[in-house]
C-alpha cells in the first residue's frame, strides 16, 4: 500500500450546506453559496471538504432523509450547481467528498412508497417489515436513536417497519441483493461525477439481525461512547442485534471494490456503538473495506487528556494497518468551545484543542465554525427545528444549536442572507467571532487555526507518523511522531497553570506561528508549558 495517500492525515472541512453561506437570500444556504465561499474554505490550507446532504428530501432530518439519491433538492440548487461545486473546488486543490445515508431513505422515496403500498409489491422486502405480536406490540424491544420504540406501525400492511432514526426513515433491508445493488448503483452515480470520496452515514447500522432478538439490557452505562444521551433508553440497551452485524463487512468489501476503480477515492465511516473503537479498527483494516472510520469518542463532554490518551492507545493496539480520522465537533453534538470549554477561557481552549486535533494520529474532520471557536448557540423552545431537540427539551436542546448560519460578518444576518428570516437565528453570541473580525487579528482563533494547519503540511511526522505516548495527566499530553527516522516530540496543555516537565530527550523547539502560545525547553533540560501550550521539538538522535 502507499501510506501517503491523500486521505492519511488529510484534514476534511466539513459544510453544512444550510448554515454556510445563503447565495439567493431564501433564507438557506445553498451550493452556490458553498462555492462563492470556496476562496475562504481554501485558505484554512485545508484538504477536502465534506459536504452534508444536499440530496432531494422532504427535509424531516435536514437531508439525512433522502428521497432521490441521484439528484439535488432544489433548496440547495441543482445538478449544474453541485458540478460547478465541484470544478471549483479542485481548482482550489480540494476534494470533495459527498454524505452517503445508506442506511434508511426518507419515507418519501418512490422505494418506500411502493414498499408500504401491499405484501407482493417488487420492493414488498426492500425495507424491514415485520407482524405484530398476537396482542398488536411491537416485534421485539428495539429502541429509536432519537426516541421511542425503532417501529412503526404502517396501518396499510398492518405491518410494523424498522427504523433506527425518524419514523420517516424507514431502515433499507441490505439482506436483500436488489437493496445492496441498487444503492451501489448510487454510489458509482457519484464517483462518475467527480466526487473524491463519501461520509458514510451510520455505517454500522446497515444489517441487523434477521431473527430480530431482543437486546440484552446494558449494565455500567458511561455517557456519549455512542452518541446517546443518559436521558435516552437507547443508552440503557447492548445494541447486539439492532446494528454492528458481521454481515456488514461483506457489504463494505463490495463497496470498497467498487471504490477501487475509482483511483484516489476515500470513505469516512461514522461508527456509533458499545464497541466503536473495534469496529473502526475492523472495518478499515486490511485494505479492503473501509479508508476511514471515527467514532463518537471524542465527541462527548470528556475532555481530560487521560480520556483522549486512553481513546488512542486503545486504538492503536487494535488498529494493525487501518487508519482512523478524529473530530471533536460536528452537526450532531454541542460545539466544541462550550461543551470542552465550559466558558473559561473559550479561545485558548479553542486554540489549544486544535492543536490537539492536528497532532495526534489519523486523518481529521473539522466542522465549519470549529476555526472561528464559535460557542453553542442559545436557542428558546419555540426557535427549534430538530425533531431530536424538540423529543428530548429541556434535559437535551439537540442539535440546533451548532447548526445555526455561519457568521461571515459583524452584522444582524451575520453575512449570511440578506433575507430577515434564516432558517435558524444567527447567534448574537457569535457575532463578534464573525470572520471578517477575526480576519484582521492576528491573535484569531481562525489564525491559529490556519497557521497550524500550514505547521501540520510542514511536518510529514505529523501527518503519516507513529505515535507513542509518554507521560500525560487529566491537563497534560506528550507524545512522540515519528516517520522516516524523524522524530517530532509533542506536550500539550489544557490547563490555566504553567506545566513544568522533566525531558529525557535532547530537543530542539520549533517557533510556532504568533497566534499559537508555545512552550520552551529551559537549560535544567526541563519543558516550561505556560497555560493552553503547545510545545513541538524535533528529538535530536
Ligand atoms: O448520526 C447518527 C447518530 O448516531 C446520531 O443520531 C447521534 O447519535 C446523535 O445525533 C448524537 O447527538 C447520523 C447523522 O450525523 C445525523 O445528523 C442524522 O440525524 C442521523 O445519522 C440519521 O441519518
Ligand atoms: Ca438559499
Known amino acids: 500500500t502507499n501510506n501517503q495517500e491523500w486521505w492519511r492525515g488529510a484534514v476534511i472541512y466539513q459544510v453544512y450546506p444550510r448554515s454556510f453561506f445563503d ?63 465541484i470544478e471549483s473546488a479542485h481548482q482550489h486543490g480540494l476534494k470533495v467528498m459527498i454524505d452517503q445515508v445508506l442506511n434508511h431513505s426518507s419515507d418519501q422515496h418512490p422505494w418506500f412508497v411502493e414498499s408500504r403500498s ?31 420504540p425503532a ?20 431502515d433499507l433491508n441490505f439482506h436483500n441483493p436488489d437493496v445492496v ?54 443508552a440503557y440497551q447492548l445494541h447486539l442485534y439492532d446494528k454492528s452485524r458481521p454481515e456488514n463487512i461483506g457489504f463494505l468489501q463490495r463497496l470498497r471494490g467498487l471504490l477501487d476503480q475509482y483511483p484516489n477515492t476515500t470513505t469516512v465511516g461514522e ?16 485494505g479492503d473495506k ?31 494497518d487501518g487508519w482512523p480520522c478524529w473530530s471533536i465537533g460536528n452537526h450532531d453534538v454541542e460545539r466544541v468551545a462550550t461543551r470542552w470549554g465550559n466558558n473559561h477561557d473559550p479561545i485558548a481552549k479553542s486554540k489549544i484543542y486544535m492543536a490537539m486535533l492536528l497532532t495526534l494520529r489519523g486523518s ?31 434535559e437535551f436542546k439537540g442539535r440546533d444549536g451548532c447548526r445555526t ?26 457575532r463578534a467571532l464573525a470572520v471578517d473580525m477575526q480576519d484582521g487579528n492576528r491573535d484569531s482563533v481562525l489564525h491559529a487555526y490556519r497557521d497550524f494547519l500550514h505547521v501540520r503540511r510542514g511536518h510529514p511526522e505529523l501527518r503519516f507518523g507513529d505515535i507513542e505516548f509518554l507521560y500525560n495527566d487529566d491537563t497534560t499530553l506528550t507524545f512522540l511522531r515519528s516517520f522516516q527516522g524523524k522524530r517530532l516530540y509533542v506536550a500539550i496543555n489544557t490547563s490555566h497553570q504553567d506545566k513544568i516537565l522533566p525531558v529525557e530527550q535532547t530537543l530542539t523547539v520549533l517557533t510556532l506561528p504568533e497566534a499559537i502560545p508555545s512552550g520552551y525547553v529551559d537549560h535544567h533540560n526541563t519543558v516550561v508549558l505556560p497555560p493552553y501550550s503547545v510545545l513541538l521539538a524535533t528529538v535530536n538522535t
Open 23 to 85: 447565495s439567493n437570500n431564501d433564507g438557506i444556504g445553498d451550493l452556490p453559496g458553498v462555492t462563492a465561499k470556496m476562496d475562504y474554505i481554501a485558505s484554512l490550507g485545508v484538504d477536502a471538504i465534506w459536504l452534508s446532504p444536499f440530496f432531494t428530501s422532504p427535509m424531516k432530518d435536514f437531508g439525512y432523509d433522502v428521497s432521490d439519491y441521484c439528484d439535488v433538492d432544489p433548496i440547495f440548487g441543482d445538478m449544474s450547481d453541485f458540478d460547478a461545486l
Open 118 to 148: 401491499n405484501h407482493a409489491n417488487a420492493k414488498a422486502d426492500w425495507y424491514i417489515w415485520a407482524d405484530a405480536n398476537s396482542d398488536g406490540t411491537v416485534p421485539n424491544n428495539w429502541l429509536s436513536v432519537f426516541g421511542g
Open 151 to 170: 417501529w412503526h406501525w404502517d396501518s396499510r400492511r398492518k405491518q410494523y417497519y424498522l427504523h433506527n432514526f425518524l419514523d420517516s426513515q424507514p
Open 181 to 234: 445493488d441498487a444503492l451501489l448503483e448510487t454510489v458509482e452515480f457519484w464517483l462518475k461525477r467527480g466526487v473524491d470520496g463519501f461520509r458514510l452515514d451510520t455505517a454500522n447500522y446497515y444489517y441487523h439481525d434477521v431473527e430480530l432478538r431482543n437486546n440484552p439490557p446494558k449494565e455500567d452505562v458511561v455517557e456519549g461512547s455512542i452518541g446517546v444521551r443518559l436521558d435516552n433508553p437507547y
Open 271 to 286: 461508527v456509533g456503538c458499545d464497541f466503536a473503537l473495534d469496529t473502526m479498527a475492523a472495518y478499515t483494516q486490511g
Open 290 to 320: 473501509l479508508h476511514m472510520c471515527y467514532s463518537f469518542d471524542l465527541l462527548t463532554h470528556d475532555s481530560s487528556m487521560t480520556h483522549i490518551r486512553n481513546t488512542m492507545q486503545t486504538i492503536e493496539t487494535g488498529l494493525g
Open 364 to 394: 481529521v474532520c473539522l466542522y465549519q465554525g470549529e476555526e472561528l471557536g464559535l460557542p453553542e448557540a442559545e436557542l428558546e423552545f419555540d426557535q427549534l427545528v430538530d425533531p431530536f431537540g424538540i423529543a428530548f427539551w429541556p
Open 405 to 430: 448560519p455561519l457568521p461571515w460578518k459583524n452584522e444582524t444576518l451575520g453575512g449570511f442572507t440578506q433575507n430577515n428570516q434564516p432558517w435558524l437565528p444567527i447567534a448574537e453570541s457569535q
